[in-house]
């Protein structure tokens, strides 16, 4: 099985820590950009025939905020061009300063039957800092539309003047109000972004701080009964999104629209952050692919160490072995031993413990090095 994401590049407004390519002042051309991402699906249909998709992704950006009968058309044209498994997990994220009864009716009239709820923050004043458009009145209502519906709702960790109890106010009213799956990130500033000046000037949080409103996020999470299956991601049993679990276990998927990336037959590729190029590329009839590798054999273990360490699972040797046709506990002993205090072993798993999830990009690393 695979996936298929689809970028859809629009939103009201620019978050303050926003690096994804959106555009919120071009929502005008949404009618037009859907027609060319539907142009893409029919451009890679031959190409993809012997595939089977359990998963539909729609993210961004902000997909509710453009006309939700171009979203129920992009569910169409999946089904139309694609094998889109009939028990498919169909996602679409939303911004709760976006969505109606009528469009939460029409999405899952169409098939979508997951939603993913950018809450971010329960407190007020810290939505308007990180440029989010809605409130916390508005994340209610928008839960309340969805009340009897699988969703799931992110939770941004490190903002400015955040601490470990609004973390967990957040927790609790993503879970009072009926989500299934909880993400909790922490915030990234990237160069570029107007919450990089806050970064530079001292303004965020610092790391010990961050790992403390981990800490007591993850423990108000298990004590909710949400367990953790990835260093950021949590759900009750049974709703973990099968879409990331195909990202994290390095399966296969396809991207449609500006930036969306793909991995298909071990060959990674992405399209042009640029819309004008897009719709170039799409109009003359060319694919937008800007950047394609084709990663060998030692490229793909390094990444299904690096995505496996990062699950709670972690590395199932029997697999490791079928891929790659060696012992992991052969070839990494060194790290093995070297990690031995933050990693657990047993004859079937090799897992980062649970009290070192947060920080395992260290242990990665003395992993990735021991392959130098």
């Known amino acids: 099985m ?22 919120p002042e071009k929502l005008y051309l949404a009618e037009s950009y859907m027609a060319c991402v539907y142009r893409e699906m029919a451009m890679r249909k031959e190409e993809l025939k012997g595939y089977n998709f359990d998963t ?3 993210g961004g950006g902000t997909p509710s905020v453009v006309d939700e009968n171009y979203i129920a058309m992009l569910v169409a044209a999946a089904k139309k061009n694609f094998s889109l498994s009939p028990s498919a997990e169909i996602t679409i994220e939303i911004n709760p300063g976006t969505v109606s009864a009528g469009k939460i009716d029409l999405y899952s009239k169409c098939g979508i039957n997951r939603f993913s709820v950018g809450l971010q923050t329960a407190i007020d004043s810290q939505l308007a800092e990180i440029g989010r458009i809605h409130t916390l009145n508005q ?3 928008c839960a309340k539309l969805l009340k009897g519906k699988n969703f799931s709702v992110d939770v941004m960790i490190g903002l400015k003047g955040q601490t470990p109890d609004d973390v967990i106010k957040t927790i609790e009213v993503a ?10 990130y922490a915030l990234s500033p990237e160069d570029g972004t107007p919450i990089y000046t806050d970064y530079l000037n001292g303004e965020l949080p610092d790391a010990d701080e961050v790992a403390d409103m981990y800490a007591a996020g993850y423990k108000k999470l298990e004590e909710l009964g949400f367990h953790r299956y990835e260093v950021s991601n949590f759900a009750k049993k ?12 390095r399966g296969e998927y396809i991207g449609f629209g500006v930036s969306a990336s793909s991995h298909i037959g071990n060959v990674r590729f992405t399209n042009t952050f640029g819309l004008d190029e897009y719709f170039k590329c799409l109009l003359s009839g060319n694919l937008a692919v800007v950047d394609r590798e084709t990663v060998d054999k030692d490229g793909q273990e390094e990444e299904f160490i690096m995505l496996a360490l990062r699950t709670s699972a972690g590395i199932d040797r029997e697999e490791y072995t079928r891929l790659f046709g060696k012992d992991f506990i052969s070839e990494y002993k060194d790290a093995i031993n070297k990690m031995n205090g933050y990693i657990e072993v047993t004859p079937r798993r090799i897992k980062i413990k649970d009290e070192y999830l947060f920080v395992q990009n260290t242990i990665i690393i003395e992993f990735l090095r021991n392959r130098l």
């Open 139 to 141: 994340f209610v209502t």
């Open 56 to 58: 539909l992704y729609i």
């Open 2 to 23: 695979a996936g298929i994401y689809v970028h859809i590049p629009f939103c009201k407004a620019k978050c303050r820590y926003c690096d994804f390519a959106s555009f």
């Open 175 to 184: 879970a009072a109000f009926g989500a299934s799956h909880i993400s909790m």
């Open 238 to 249: 049974g709703k973990e999104s099968r879409h990331n679990l195909n990202y994290w276990k």
